[in-house]
């Protein structure tokens, strides 16, 4: 079903009804036809449209806002906030696009050599729900800006929210049919891939979503971008200031209700102090005001569906079973709407849940650590590598956490966060290559080498 649910009541608002196989040819023949003169088009106008749509998110942001919270159920504030952080990523690509992509002299001996960037055409991106309007602008962006088009397979549940993005980008004034909204189930997904005018992929989601898309295009030799689950570690040593990282901890654990991929979910903490750190974080935790998202006061609204409080709570009941202890919340609350409590579990095995596996939710899992060795040996104890948060002031254990941690990112003293100027992703099974950056620019993009004799 493609549909707005609106995730703190149950309400179903509205729904939509999937593109026919005539629709959706249409639309693949529309891009395939737009990407033979857009990618003649000047970067000057290019970044005159991209410039234009980040005008239009920031003015737009209070109205985009709501259509997020009602789809999803992020607090307002910061679907407000996702809103304008998108047109901060638009800036970006507007100032320095052409110059990532300019020409590159290379000095062969003889005659001219230079790199050309060129764009390579339409290019997938199958997006999630929990960041509705940002995941699909930080590749929108630089796509746009390179001169490839764009065809959007959001998330089912935020049919809305990928409509408004199509609408921005065509307000904006770029031509038609460079960026389409695809309203299709997943079961299409293999058909679009497969279809020789799609030239690559990008993904945000699930493993299981990751292996598929990535096995798929593989068969047609196209290449994919992939960012996937995590599982990060938030370390705190004792030469931390404790106060600062107990208040972060808070934040990087509950920001978007916990769904984030670079959330902080393994708090490693060292024994010294890992009593008083458990009784701030657990107290932090409790005071959290969940509720309605639209609430201008809400901290922590619902998850997006039914679905993922089952399988949280499961995940938290199967560890406790085994032996963890519930330091705050840990109980589904009765009423309507997907809501969860904030909660802490410590004592966790080694075997559990709440240790292997990614908590998609307001749930903290706390792990206590003898010595640095010991710090980062359970930082990387994990399949995934997205994001990492060490807190010390010591400048030689800084030194070790960023050599050693296995992340596409590692944060001193601050956490984790998404920013247009630094690239973007994850090594082992949190997927592969970059977006943001120069990095995110170049990845669907043909690095030509050209020699003139």
Partial sequence: MIATVNPATGE????????????????????????????????????????RAAEILEADRDRLGRVMTLEMGKPIAAARGEAAKCALACR???????????????????????????????????????????????????ALMAGNVGLLKHA??????????????????????????????SSQVARVIDDPRVKAVTLTGSEPAGMQVASQAGKQIKKTVLELGG???????????????VRTAVEARCINNGQSCIAAKRFIVDATIADEFE?????????????????????????????????????????????????????????PGNFYPPTV????????????????????????????EEAI???????????????????????RFIDEIDAGMVFINGMVASDPRVPFGGVKRSGYGRELSAYGIREFINVKTVRVA
Wanted: hydrophobic share 40%.
């Fill in 156 to 185: 089912s549940n935020v049919p809305q929210s990928a409509l408004e993005i199509e609408d921005v980008i065509r307000r904006a004034g770029f031509p038609e049919d460079v960026f389409q909204t695809l309203l299709v189930g």
């Fill in 345 to 372: 579990l410590t004592d966790v095995p080694v075997q559990s849940p709440a240790y292997r596996e990614e908590l998609f939710g307001p749930v903290a899992v706390v792990l206590r650590y003898n010595g640095i």
């Fill in 279 to 335: 009784r701030r974080f657990a107290a932090g935790m409790a005071a959290l005001k969940v509720g309605d998202p639209m609430d201008e006061s809400t901290q922590v609204g619902p998850l997006s569906t039914p679905d993922m409080v089952e399988d949280l709570d499961k995940q938290v009941r199967c560890s406790v079973e085994m032996g963890a202890r519930i330091l705050t919340g840990g109980k589904r609350p009765a009423g």
């Fill in 12 to 51: 179903v608002v509205r729904r939509f009804e999937p593109l026919t196989e005539a629709q959706l040819e249409g639309k693949l023949a529309g891009a395939d036809r737009a990407f033979r003169s857009y990618r003649r088009t000047s970067f000057a106008d290019r970044a005159r449209w991209l410039l």
């Fill in 377 to 399: 040996r359970l930082a990387n104890d994990t399949e995934f590598g997205l994001g990492a948060s060490a807190w010390t002031n010591d400048e030689a254990e800084q030194r």
């Fill in 231 to 245: 599982s990060d570690p938030f370390i705190v040593t004792p030469k931390a200031d404790l106060d600062r990282a």
């Fill in 92 to 142: 970006y690509y507007v100032e320095h696009g052409e110059r990532l992509l300019a020409d590159e002299a290379v000095d062969l001996g003889s005659g001219r050599a230079f790199i050309k960037y060129q764009p390579i055409g339409a290019v997938l991106a199958v997006m999630p729900w929990n960041f509705p309007f940002w995941q699909v602008f930080r590749f929108a962006a630089p």
